[in-house]
């Protein structure tokens, strides 16, 4: 059987307030990107990596791998103009006749933990697509139409993470359907075509980074 990971990593870092894409800015002396490959590597050595850039970072890349003697193989895919986009043109470079499982993960999730990793790929053997999952453990409101808001039972809902995970033929399957705005994540693509999905625990430290307070947040796990 063959494991494949996609990482997604198609960020701007806009949202950071300055020009280096998050994925590539250093935490405890290390590119985020960088971190997140090796917690795969670790899981399964011999697991194989697509990573999805833009066109436009893909020689940055290059030369960060170069400045840190980063050595992992890797596979290049183009980011395309959605995250939909993305993973599909990643799905490219497996071969249609690959069996076993692929996961997809945001590149700037560098503390999946290696439990979570194993726990996603070993459930996605048995159930076909699994998601990692938290609980909610705030307040949740849902507003109305009209603007008015009410709680909602939180243990009803759950907080999605990455790997996604799933058999390559179903996930293959799944990313030939026209594009629409309604996928937000791979498991919504994969429940478009009516399978079900699966759910396993996830791990609290597996944040996506997003914003400043987000590195200020996983230096402090470092």
């Excluded at 490959?37 to 940055?60: C, G, H, N, S, T």
């Excluded at 170069?66 to 395309?80: K, L, R, W």
Aim: hydrophobic share 40%; net charge neutral; with cysteine.
């Amino acid at each position: 059987m063959e494991r494949y990971a996609i990482l997604v990593a198609g960020g701007k870092g806009l949202r950071m307030g300055g020009e280096i894409p998050k994925q590539f800015l250093p935490i405890g002396g290390k590119p985020v990107l960088m971190r997140t490959i090796e917690v795969f590597r670790e899981a399964y050595p011999d697991i194989k990596i697509i990573l999805v850039l833009p066109v436009a970072q893909q020689e940055y890349w290059q030369q960060l791998c170069c400045e840190y003697t980063f050595d992992v193989p890797v596979q290049i895919a183009n980011g395309g103009e959605t995250r939909f986009h993305s993973v599909s043109n990643g799905l490219k470079l497996i071969p249609d006749d690959a069996a076993g499982i692929v996961g997809i993960h945001d590149g700037v999730r560098p503390f999946v933990t290696v439990e979570t990793i194993r726990r996603c790929y070993d459930e996605a053997i048995k159930m076909g697509a699994v998601v990692p999952v938290i609980p909610v453990v705030e307040t949740v409101r849902h507003i109305r139409k009209d603007g008015s808001s009410v709680t909602v039972p939180r243990d009803e809902y759950k907080l999605v993470q990455t790997p996604q995970t799933f058999h390559i033929s179903l996930l293959k399957e799944a990313y030939r359907q026209p594009y629409t705005s309604f996928f937000t994540d791979d498991a919504s693509v994969v429940e478009r075509m009516g399978k079900p999905v699966f759910l396993v625990e996830g791990n609290r430290e597996n944040i996506k980074i997003t914003t400043p307070a987000d590195i200020c947040f996983v230096n402090g796990l470092l």
